[in-house]
């Protein structure tokens, strides 16, 4: 469970990020699928970035309000192929778009 939880923090947070970039680029968004939506169209994410954002999206999502049983053979997948490591790669991407504070 704590596993599960340390990827639920790890989404939220890059959904954050994202949500924070797209409004200091002039684009607030009302959804998370719209902030990430906001900074392809601004070129800080490239078609596969927002494929990959709209996934930590569906997740989050997921575990949180559990819309749908979760696939934990996903998340058994996620964790031996270390695929949240994509995220952080994907955050330091949004990262390196934001102004220094």
Known sequence: MRI???LQL???ALIDMAQRAASLLGE???TYMEAGE???????????DLT?????VGFRNVVVHGYV???TAKVEEVLRKRLYRRILELA?????????P
């Open 4 to 6: 599960l939880h340390a």
């Open 10 to 12: 790890q989404a939220q």
């Open 28 to 30: 607030p968004a009302q």
């Open 38 to 48: 906001a900074l392809r169209r601004h070129g800080v994410l490239d078609p596969q």
């Open 52 to 56: 990959l954002y709209r996934s930590v």
């Open 69 to 71: 049983s979760l696939d």
């Open 92 to 100: 330091e991407k949004i990262n390196a778009h934001l102004p220094d």
